[in-house]
């Protein structure tokens, strides 16, 4: 079965820069769409982007301009590049494969911490 595994979270300043990495074992992920999330305590899971088969990307509003998503195939993994970040970016970070009838692919999550 396919196995997801985040890693890259840590604990930065205020504008520091992070990269967000989504390896997968069992499944290739070049030939899907592949999701990041975050969840902050408290608050509801958030879609933060998205990369489509075409490699057609899409970001939310807070974070558009700063975050890019991208496919690395060689490594068959998903990274999401985090610029300036803010303390609002505070959560935990999932690697996220949409599949039908409630069967998602999901890592564990890492965490980011943005101090001001």
């Known amino acids: 079965q396919g196995q997801l595994v985040e890693s890259g979270g840590n604990s930065v300043q205020s504008g520091g820069s992070l990269r967000l990495s989504c390896a997968a074992s069992?499944?290739?992920?070049?030939?899907?769409?592949v999701r990041w999330y975050r969840q902050a305590p408290g608050k509801e899971r958030e879609l933060v982007a998205g990369?489509?088969?075409?490699?057609?990307?899409t970001y939310s509003g807070s974070v558009k301009g700063r975050f890019t998503i991208s496919r690395d195939n060689a490594k068959n993994t998903v990274d999401l590049q985090m610029n300036n970040l803010k303390p609002e970016d505070t959560a935990v970070y999932y690697c996220?494969?949409?599949?039908?009838?409630?069967?998602?692919?999901w890592g564990q999550g890492t965490q980011v911490t943005v101090s001001s």
């Open positions: 990369i489509t088969l075409g490699d057609v990307t």
């Open positions: 996220n494969i949409p599949r039908p009838n409630n069967s998602d692919f």
């Open positions: 069992g499944v290739s992920l070049k030939f899907l769409v």
